[in-house]
């Protein structure tokens, strides 16, 4: 029931410069920041008022300002946002199937929000990096710490409704979905990651 | 399943051309991996009719799913089995 968009076009690390890395990387979280604020507008946008309308509302704030960090961001360093043709969204829906209830929105949500923690996490660690990004990543990370909570707090919440069980079962089947995602298309984060290592590396 | 009650039929279908941005309803027999939208159109449209309605789905009653028709029929019969 999901209609999946063409994944990104890889460019291979190994003939490319750490400049090139970089553009890519940033492109990459700027164009998943804005994914992820159509997704989660839209689906304020479907919710009835209430707590959980007011958290998705901030989410999808949150998420459309880290879009403009990372336009501000690449434009700062000399920059153009590179088009991509998809974000990790899109191929997470593919790999999930299309969310039955709120409930699985919320799971694929939680695990999709971890994902990115380690990737900026990940990110954050990378040797000889430029001041902006670094800002850019930290900041970013704040807001995603709440994201990660009022997610993680909802599904709690959700327990009475839905059964522990069947949440943690979910949450396992949307793990093995973002592990499949992870390994089939989204490896080329991790090269331009390491990539970026060896770079800075040579630099220090 | 139960038969659809036709004045309902007309506002879900209306409601479900709305939300896919379509100028009038949704063909009963469109088959919904067709509609022309993207994953996160989709994902609306089940959390705004669930809203709506007042129902809840699960994942293999989502996965068999076809066409709109059987989206309808799904609501239809989760919202009289709730009353």
Not at chain 1, 33 to 43: I, K, Q
Not at chain 1, 82 to 104: F, H, I, K, R
Not at chain 1, 116 to 129: G, S
Request: some cysteine; overall charge negative; glycine content about 6%.
């Amino acid at each position: 029931m999901t209609t999946a968009r063409p994944a990104p076009t890889s460019l291979a690390p190994a003939t490319s410069s750490a400049g090139d890395s970089q553009r890519w990387l940033l492109s990459f979280y700027r164009i998943s920041e804005l994914s992820g604020a159509l997704f989660f507008g839209r689906l304020a946008r479907a919710q009835r008022p209430g707590p959980v309308h007011s958290d998705l509302t901030r989410h999808f704030a949150d998420e459309a300002q880290h879009a403009r960090y990372w336009t501000d961001c690449l434009e700062e360093l000399g920059e153009k946002p590179q088009p991509l043709g998809a974000a990790y969204q899109d191929q997470y829906l593919a790999a999930t199937g299309l969310p039955a209830n709120l409930m699985e929105v919320l799971a694929i949500t939680s695990v999709f929000e971890q994902r990115v923690m380690r990737q900026y996490a990940r990110h954050l660690t990378v040797p000889d990096q430029h001041p902006l990004v670094t800002q850019t990543l930290r900041k970013i990370m704040e807001d995603e710490r709440w994201h990660v909570k009022w997610v993680r707090d909802e599904l709690i919440a959700m327990e009475p409704e839905y059964g522990r069980d069947h949440i943690a079962a979910t949450l396992r089947r949307m793990t093995e979905a973002d592990e499949a995602v992870y390994a089939a298309t989204l490896a080329e984060h991790s090269d331009r990651v390491n990539f970026l290592f060896d770079e800075g590396s040579r630099r220090a | 399943m139960p038969e659809l009650r036709t004045h309902d039929d007309e506002i879900l279908f209306q409601r479900i051309g709305e939300i896919l941005g379509q100028p009038g309803p949704v063909p009963a027999d469109m088959e919904i991996a067709a509609l022309p939208v993207d994953s996160f159109a989709l994902v609306e449209l089940v959390i705004e009719l669930q809203e709506m309605y007042g129902v809840r789905f699960g994942h293999d009653e989502m996965r068999a799913l076809r066409t709109v028709g059987d989206l309808a029929r799904l609501i239809h019969e989760r919202a009289g089995r709730d009353d």
